[in-house]
């Protein structure tokens, strides 16, 4: 084991969660990578080492399973305990419904992993960093955390429910000390329509035609502004749309 720094992403086979291991791999961190796809977490890994020099551990994990988690984390080897940032990534839209026409499975999906995963993640890691004295916790919230758009009802309520803990960690975790950093994006082109649409892709395309949407770069790029600030400096949120989205519900898009 080197004497890096040691980054942990949830959600990191994919999208936001690939584009910020290329970034921490690039400024000398090494990655405990989580995610539930093996294949695209090896392929990663391996991608990092090469083109960055960086070690990677990769678990799969779905973070809903509580029980899971408490044992990925509890069974790390010791090397890998000194885990100094946390990325808080795994998420996601399941359904887009008016509330009464709403999916109970998608719902509890949604609840699930945007705020029950999240929980049992930061529960499970804060301790070690605790015990070592420092930490930065960046957790991946959406402009859905902050506005309620028609259909989008349960993910805006997970979504505003990780805006709310962000700021209950931080006062609880300022004392050790322990930053806390919210992200908050608009419309980002990932898997995250996909998703939303359950694999329907043609559809999730048509949500990022006629305008420059975000790209999962723009928001790793935030991430790491937030964690290469000198220790005196927290950023409590950042909130990031496109220049064609001022609101949740409002894009302009080109004829």
Known sequence: MSTKRI????????????????IL???????????????????LADTLYKQYNCNSLIRILDVRNRL??????????????????LINNAGLASGLAPIE?????DWDVMIDTNVKGLLYVTRNVTPLMIANGKGHIINIGSIAGKEVYANGNVYCAT????DALNKAMRIDLAQY????????????????????????AERAKTVYTGF??????DIAEAIWFALSRPPHININELTIMPTAQPIASVIHRKA
């Open 7 to 22: 980054a942990c992403i949830t959600g990191a086979s994919a999208g936001i969660g690939v584009a910020t291991a290329h």
């Open 25 to 43: 791999a690039a400024n000398e961190f090494d990655l405990l990578l989580i995610a539930r796809r093996e294949d695209k977490l090896a392929l």
């Open 68 to 85: 899971d988690v408490t044992q990925t984390i509890e069974q790390l080897p010791e090397g890998w305990k000194g885990i100094e940032v």
């Open 101 to 105: 026409k709403g999916d109970i499975d």
């Open 159 to 162: 979504k505003h429910a990780v």
């Open 177 to 200: 000390p322990i930053k806390v950093t919210a992200i908050h994006p608009g419309a980002v082109e990932t898997e995250f329509s996909i998703v939303r649409f359950h694999g329907d």
């Open 212 to 217: 420059e949407n975000l790209v999962a770069q």
